[in-house]
């Protein structure tokens, strides 16, 4: 992967929450940044999460990657890496909650052809 774009969801969490909730909010943020443009884009992307964010709620995750997700399959994890806002890694709690997230999708839709 030739580049790397930072999407920061911080504006898609409600003011002074420490979780991302809400399907439709997930939709939202999808359609918003531009996701199914940037799948086709041969650059990694960074999802740069808040410090003090305690969880992403899997109605959010998949609202927002389900569709990355349904079109990359397992390659998702090679283009989409979630950290801390300033590039540090995920507390292995939240990290836990996204491998989870991501596992559930794969295992329960088909990956387009």
Known sequence: MSSTIDI???????????IFTGRDNGVK???ELNLN????????VR?????????INPSF?????????KKLGRKFEDKYCFCY???ESLNDSLF??????????IENIRVEE
């Open 8 to 18: 920061k969801i911080s504006k898609y969490r409600a003011n002074g929450a420490k």
């Open 29 to 31: 943020a999808r359609e």
């Open 37 to 44: 443009r940037i799948d086709e884009e041969d650059a990694r």
């Open 47 to 55: 999802i740069l999460v808040p410090r003090d964010t305690w969880g």
């Open 61 to 69: 995750f998949g609202g927002m990657f389900e569709g990355s997700i």
């Open 85 to 87: 806002a300033k590039g």
């Open 96 to 105: 836990k909650d996204i491998q989870d997230d991501i596992d559930y999708i």
